[in-house]
């Protein structure tokens, strides 16, 4: 898509959260609010992405500063339309398209966005609504048809009993054309039931000067709508945990039980790869075709499983890389590891891998076996094909060499008979 901003809308306190943070910092199925509609704008192919913070902006700014968008600061929040105000200096001079969402709608995909751009293009038009129809509308801006297309959007609270019984709704994402949006942007008015200058006004004025505004209907009513409640929150976990499993078990995965999986919405897993129940995966996790994985295991970090690993009940792996074939099916904690191929690693094995200050590294090469109950202290090293037995406690900048097993607190090479094991 050439030519295409988004702006995202996230200055607003969230009042009706009751939270000391700012409402799109809210997590939902694991992810600030605030990724989603980021993370759409992104894959649709928005050249830039602006988001425009007020109420905590600098904890916003912090929790995405890696994301590389651009922020826009509105000072008080004066209602949606705004907020677009705020970001007038920022767009200054661009001659293209501008999404707009919201900030607390997380549901909205970056096709859609895409189409909205395309029927923008394709007729026209200075704006394009992106709308749902609901059986419950309430709390939402309403779509008012005329014979001559969309005619206004009027707000819950502005809104008569006919109007009130209107099921077609605004989803608050729109693609303008920004230079007719910015035309009209002056005569927004506060004098409103909120007392704000609100974007949908904006749509109005486009109207009245003769623009064409058009109404796409989502395909998906669910995709309209917002987050506002800590009710609607918990609703939006849910189903956008259910989406993350849904394109999982559609590439392949096998999910025993749906209700129980937690899934990172940005974690990769290979085809054929079972997940058992209470398994939760937070993290940019990769896992590779053919594993198995629980029941009740955790994985998080950036952690990469290759293919066919078996994680088992109680086991967590976090921040560590294993590699193909390995196994650690009962009890286990692995952090900050390099974990070789067909490794195993027993129950109750712990890599200490926090030493007070800093985490420290575990490699366990090719092949190797740690025994039951094992301690890795890092920084150490189990090399390839070597071997510890149960209950040792492997001390800190050790390596147990390759063909060895070492044994016992602090542990050493063992020896039988006099002879060593080779
Ligand atoms: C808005 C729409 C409504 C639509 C609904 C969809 C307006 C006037 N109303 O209502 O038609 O049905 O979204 O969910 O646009 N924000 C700012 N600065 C402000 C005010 C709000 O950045 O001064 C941000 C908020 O952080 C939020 C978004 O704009 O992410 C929408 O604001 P919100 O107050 O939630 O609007 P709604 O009442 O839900
Ligand atoms: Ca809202």
Known sequence: MGNVKALILAAGKGVRMNSERPKVLLEVNGLPLLWYPVCAAKAAGAEEVLVVVGAGREEVQEAFTDDGLTFVIQQEQRGTGHAVISAREALSGFDGYVLVLCGDSPFIESDTLERLVSHTERTGAACTILTSILDDPAGYGRIVRGEMGVREIVEEKCADE???????????????????????????????????????????????????????????????????????QADASKILRRKVLDRLMAEGVTVVDPVSAFIDPRAEIGPDTVINPFVVIEGPVKIGARCRIGPFTRIRGATRLGEGVHLGNFVEVTRSAVSEGSRALHLAFVGDATVGGDVNIAAGVITANFDGNAHRVTEIGDGASVGAGTVLVAPCRVAAGGRTGAGAVLTRGKTVPSGEIWVGVPAKELVRDGHTNG
């Open 162 to 232: 006919a109007q009130k019984a209107i099921r077609e709704i605004n989803s608050g994402t729109y693609c303008f054309r920004w230079r007719d949006l910015d035309g009209v942007l002056d005569g927004l008015r506060d004098e409103n039931p909120q007392g704000e200058y609100l974007l949908t006004d904006a749509i109005g004025l486009l109207i009245a000067r003769g623009s064409r505004v058009e109404a796409v209907v989502s395909g998906d009513p669910q995709e309209g709508l917002g987050v506002n409640t800590r009710a609607q």
